[in-house]
């Protein structure tokens, strides 16, 4: 997206800045940058990526938050919104009452950001990633469902920028960060409702405890105590 106009701002003007409503403003070198309103798979892919950091993290019992919409800043008078960030719980609680825009300041890094790539790929390919890689971010991205791939960029401080690992249609992703969660391509690429993979699981729930519920009368029955097993 281009610019809104010519006028330029501070960090701070940014921060509290009110423009259309319903519109996110990215800003680069001043100049506010309003982004385009987000595919129903833009934001599905969004939803399914929160889901499962989230679910991971439960389920490993690692305090580290998944959100959408949070902005990092990546220079004096510049600040991105990754699709996706994935931060500390203490950097996390350290900006909930911070007034103004939510956007994590220098020095407050993610460890992971996600861009699904769209119409405008030189921001997420070239831009994106030289300013994400200039404040350390360890791991950065790039979903495409254009190009059927996804980038996973690591090692920011390399000579050369970020390293890439590219992962198409029929593989599993390994994350630097993360290397024991699980997702493929394909789910990322075109994701299930997270809705529907709740409900899923609250099933599977349910019937694990229908079944110990059956196992432990059956051993009350034999005279057991099922607790004692």
């Not at 991205?141 to 090692?155: A, C, F, G, H």
Request: aromatic fraction near 10%; hydrophobic fraction near 40%.
């Amino acid at each position: 997206m281009t610019p809104t106009s010519a006028k330029t701002l501070t960090f701070e003007e940014y921060r509290f800045y009110q423009g259309e409503p319903d519109v996110l403003y990215e800003m680069f070198r001043g100049h506010l940058i309003p982004m385009a309103t987000p595919t129903v798979l833009h934001t599905s892919i969004c939803q399914f990526l929160v889901y499962q950091f989230q679910r991971y993290f439960g389920t490993q019992n690692i305090s580290l938050v998944a959100a959408t919409t949070v902005g990092v800043r990546t220079e004096e008078n510049s600040s991105r919104i990754p699709d996706v960030i994935v931060c500390s719980q203490s950097l996390w609680e350290q900006a909930l009452n911070r007034p103004g825009a939510g956007v994590f300041d220098l020095g407050e890094v993610p460890l992971l950001v996600v861009e699904i790539a769209s119409e405008n790929w030189r921001e997420d390919y070239i831009r994106k990633r030289a300013e994400y890689a200039l404040i350390d971010i360890p791991e950065y991205w790039i979903v495409d469902p254009k190009k059927e791939r996804v980038w996973v960029l690591s090692n920011p401080e390399s000579e050369d920028g970020y390293e890439r690992t590219e992962f198409k249609r029929g593989q599993e992703m390994i994350s630097i960060q993360f290397p024991e969660l699980v997702l493929s391509v394909e789910q990322v690429l075109s994701p299930p409702v997270v809705e529907e993979l709740i409900r899923e699981e609250q099933a599977q729930q349910n019937q694990l405890e229908q079944r110990t519920e059956r196992l432990a009368a059956k051993l009350r029955e034999m005279g057991v105590d099922p607790d004692a097993v």
